[in-house]
């Protein structure tokens, strides 16, 4: 690799440290370009070489942190095939909610109003799709084991992962006062609890 490439691949990943670093403190609102390029110890210039607006930097965290989670997850139910449905759906749960809770401030940036063209980002994310796939396959393998035939299992899935998206989620916390522990708890209570209830 020619030693321009390295370092335009070094510069970028000390552009996206710094800048996860300032917005998870400050909030992505509050923090401008130049503050990003003072911080990181670059010229503007050069951080717009990589980077036009902090939309961009909101999505390269997003695609750097996706993957990370993708494949943290990934091993938890690789590693895991003897643990029960349930508890296998909680704790996907749990990762999605821990996930969010750690990188609220900027994903939340990618949905505000004046981002309209990142608004629906989320909902076509890699993060997002896995997510989908990952919760229908174990959500279908609980309903066949109740003999469910009437089902909408993609519905419920997109609902839940609604019910936890960063926006409402900070809303439940700042102006509802739950805890990240409480929703937790009601979104499994609401989504997955169900699932493994006997019919009467």
């Not at 070489?49 to 990934?74: N, P, W």
């Not at 029960?84 to 990762?95: A, C, F």
Request: charged share 30%.
């Amino acid at each position: 690799m020619k030693k321009e490439r390295k370092d335009f691949i070094k510069s970028r990943k000390t552009i996206l440290q710094i800048a996860e670093s300032l917005f998870t403190e400050h909030g992505v609102d509050k923090i401008t370009m130049r503050k990003i390029a003072t911080t990181a110890g670059i010229g503007q210039g050069t951080l717009y070489r990589h980077y036009a607006h902090k939309g961009e930097i909101c999505q390269d965290l997003m695609k750097e942190s996706s993957s990370e989670f993708i494949e943290l997850v990934t091993n938890f139910l690789e590693n895991n095939p003897g643990v029960s449905l349930q508890e296998r759906l909680i704790e996907m749960v749990q990762y999605c909610v821990n996930y969010i809770d750690e990188h609220s401030n900027w994903l939340v940036y990618l949905q505000a109003p004046s981002c309209e063209e990142r608004q629906q980002l989320m909902y076509h994310s890699q993060i997002y799709t896995f997510l989908y796939q990952e919760f229908c396959k174990l959500i279908d393998e609980a309903e066949s084991e109740r003999n469910n035939n009437d089902r909408d299992t993609g519905f419920r899935v997109d609902a839940m992962l609604a019910s936890i998206s960063p926006e409402l989620y900070v809303f439940l916390k700042e102006h509802r006062g739950y805890t990240k522990d409480a929703i937790i708890q009601k979104v499994v209570r609401l989504y997955i609890d169900p699932l493994f209830k006997e019919s009467v």
